[in-house]
Structure formats: C-alpha cells, structure tokens
C-alpha cells in the first residue's frame, strides 16, 4: 500500500453525476438490458475529463456515482486497490475484491456499480496500438500454464471475443502485484523522460506476474471466445517468427486451413496478400539490419529470405521507394 498514491487517487474520485458526463457519450442503440440503454465509450477520458489520446489510459472511478452500461472499442483493466467493486454484465453479476483484477473484453456490455467513499478503484484502458506484435509474442511464449497466457493474448489483442469477455485474477494479495501496480499509477501521474516506456513495460511485467501467480493457484477465469488460437495476430506473429523461409502451405497446415482459405482470410482480415505480408515483414527486417550492421547487402537479402539479390532490391524499392543502398546511406547509425 502506498499512502501517497492512494492519497493522490482520492482527489480525483470524488462524486460525479452521470448528467455531467452523458453529453460526451452517445448511446449505442442497438442493444438494451432490462430497458437501459448501453453506451459507446469509444475515447478515454482523464480524471478532468479530458480526452486521453494516449494508448494507455488510466482514471479512477468516482465514488457515490452511476455509470450506465456501455461498450469499449478497447480493453479495460478495473482493480480496486481499497474496498471492492461490482462489475455487472448483461449476464451476472462479478464481484471484485481489494487488490484482484478484471480486465474486461473489447466490446463486452458492462458497467460498475456505486462504489463506497472508502473504496479506491483504478480503470487502465489499454488500445489496440498499446502493444506491439513483439509484446503479444512475449505475453504468449511457452510458460507452465499456456491457457491462461493464450487467454491474456486473446483479450490484450483487442479481438472482439463477443458479450461476456473477461478475466478476474485473483491476485492472492502478491506484494510483486500491488508494488507493480503502484509503480504503474505513480509514473503516469508523474510524467517524465521515458515514462510511456516505462509504463508499457511495467504493464508487461504486471502480466507476467498474472501469469506465474495464476501457474500456482485456481484462479476464476470466464471468457466466451472465437477461435482465438486462429486468430489474425496469431496468424501475423507466425509470419514475423517464419518469415525467412515461410511458405503458404506450410501455414495453412500450422493452423488448419486450406492454403487457398488462408490466403482469402488474411486479404480479407489485413488487405494485404500473404506474399505481401511476408515481403513486408522481410523488408522491415532487411531495414534494421541495414541500420544497425554493416553486413554487406547481399548477405542481408539471403539472411531475410530472397536468394536473389536483384528481387531483394526490387522488393525493397517497391515497399520503401529508395534502394537499399540509399537506405543505409541515410539511416545507418554505427
């Protein structure tokens, strides 16, 4: 517990009247539960209500106020540092205590009921460009318990997953947990040189922790998914992991589709070919190469996968409109 965060927050969670903040929203008129409508809240705000344009967001909770329904087009961490909060879907109702953490499923109905004045309660709202295909990689390698780090991948790469999206980790009041949590809030609220970084970082630490925590105990997880194991990211993670020597059918066989379904999914999912794609990821790769190494060109192209050095440099040129040569020219930093 830290009495200085903690202090920090209960400023900024005073009462707030719905009526002060329905103008800014805009009901999503599709759905109703019990005859309340549910709400868009497709932006983050600050504590001052501000909008927040910023890929993590983090506020805390009002206390004594009512927040409708409502949907986000990102993902929600909810974690009550003191006291406990109620989290109700369109199905049931979860009940939080004091240091667990739910983190709610892109487009998945909820809302949080009235909170006590005692109570302190954090919201972190994490968008899809929070997080890189590099950081999905790392949530997602080989651990003891591979479901529930397949299941923080499903949720953090903002797939919407459908109604009922969510996971409760019950923390088991690890210190390693609350410290990073604290961490997290006290670098937002005091900004710095780095402290995005730092932020994303200690969120990726903070997962891990959920990981090995949830390795040694039973935790409560509920999740209604797609074919999350097929989904698009998974799909772009293998061709940033296999791109050197990566072929449609061998693909196509490491997730079960016919070649033919997997070229038309991925057009379909990313606008791009799967050949494109691949040229992409290998191009993006070549340029690092050319940026931080001094390996003669021909080697890099047979390195990222071309054979032949004159399409390595046509392929370069198409993607980046300069030649490989230029490129080093211009961006080499050693």
């Given at each position: 517990?830290?009495?200085?965060?903690?202090?920090?927050?209960?400023?900024?969670?005073?009462?707030?009247?719905?009526?002060?903040?329905?103008?800014?929203?805009?009901?999503?008129?599709v759905?109703e539960?019990?005859?309340?409508?549910?709400?868009?809240?497709?932006?983050?705000?600050?504590?001052?209500?501000?909008?927040?344009?910023?890929a993590?967001?983090?506020?805390?909770?009002?206390?004594?106020?009512?927040?409708?329904?409502?949907?986000?087009?990102?993902?929600?961490?909810?974690?009550?540092?003191?006291?406990?909060?109620?989290?109700?879907?369109?199905?049931?109702?979860?009940?939080v205590?004091q240091?667990?953490?739910?983190?709610?499923?892109?487009?998945?109905?909820?809302?949080?009921?009235p909170?006590?004045?005692?109570?302190?309660v954090?919201?972190?709202?994490?968008?899809?460009?929070?997080?890189?295909?590099?950081?999905?990689?790392?949530?997602?390698?080989?651990?003891?318990?591979?479901?529930i780090?397949?299941?923080?991948f499903?949720?953090?790469?903002?797939?919407?997953?459908?109604?009922?999206?969510?996971?409760?980790?019950?923390?088991?009041?690890?210190?390693?947990?609350?410290n990073?949590?604290?961490?997290?809030i006290?670098?937002?609220?005091?900004?710095?040189?780095?402290?995005?970084?730092?932020?994303?970082?200690?969120?990726?630490?903070?997962?891990?922790?959920?990981?090995?925590?949830?390795?040694?105990?039973?935790?409560?997880?509920?999740?209604?998914?797609?074919?999350?194991?097929?989904?698009?990211?998974s799909?772009?993670?293998?061709?940033?992991?296999n791109?050197?020597?990566?072929?449609?059918?061998?693909?196509?066989?490491?997730?079960?589709?016919?070649?033919?379904?997997l070229?038309?999914?991925?057009?379909?999912?990313?606008?791009?070919?799967f050949?494109?794609?691949?040229?992409?990821?290998?191009?993006?790769?070549?340029?690092?190469?050319?940026?931080?190494?001094?390996?003669?060109?021909?080697q890099?192209?047979?390195?990222?996968g071309?054979?032949?050095?004159?399409?390595?440099?046509?392929?370069f040129?198409?993607?980046?409109?300069?030649?490989?040569?230029?490129?080093?020219i211009?961006?080499?930093?050693?």
């Amino acid at each position: 517990m830290n009495p200085e965060v903690l202090e920090l927050l209960r400023k900024n969670n005073q009462p707030r009247p719905w009526a002060e903040l329905k103008p800014t929203m805009s009901p999503f008129k599709v759905n109703e539960i019990n005859q309340e409508p549910v709400y868009e809240f497709f932006y983050t705000l600050t504590d001052s209500l501000t909008i927040n344009p910023h890929a993590i967001g983090l506020s805390v909770q009002p206390v004594k106020s009512y927040i409708p329904f409502h949907i986000h087009n990102y993902v929600e961490l909810t974690i009550p540092l003191l006291g406990e909060c109620t989290v109700v879907t369109n199905k049931e109702k979860i009940h939080v205590k004091q240091n667990n953490i739910i983190i709610i499923g892109n487009h998945t109905t909820h809302k949080v009921e009235p909170i006590d004045t005692g109570s302190i309660v954090v919201n972190m709202s994490l968008k899809e460009s929070a997080f890189t295909l590099n950081d999905f990689n790392f949530i997602q390698q080989s651990v003891p318990n591979q479901s529930i780090s397949n299941l923080l991948f499903s949720l953090l790469s903002n797939e919407n997953l459908g109604e009922n999206a969510y996971t409760l980790f019950q923390t088991a009041h690890s210190q390693q947990i609350i410290n990073t949590l604290y961490d997290i809030i006290f670098e937002y609220y005091h900004p710095d040189i780095q402290s995005n970084q730092i932020i994303r970082l200690e969120i990726l630490t903070l997962f891990s922790r959920f990981i090995r925590v949830a390795s040694k105990t039973n935790i409560n997880i509920k999740v209604n998914k797609k074919n999350s194991g097929n989904s698009v990211l998974s799909m772009l993670l293998y061709i940033e992991q296999n791109y050197a020597h990566i072929t449609l059918e061998k693909m196509g066989q490491h997730f079960g589709f016919n070649p033919n379904y997997l070229s038309n999914y991925l057009k379909k999912q990313t606008g791009m070919s799967f050949i494109q794609l691949v040229h992409l990821q290998r191009i993006n790769v070549a340029a690092e190469y050319l940026t931080y190494t001094k390996a003669p060109i021909e080697q890099i192209s047979l390195k990222v996968g071309y054979e032949n050095p004159s399409y390595f440099y046509k392929v370069f040129k198409k993607i980046l409109h300069v030649s490989p040569t230029e490129y080093r020219i211009t961006n080499q930093l050693i």
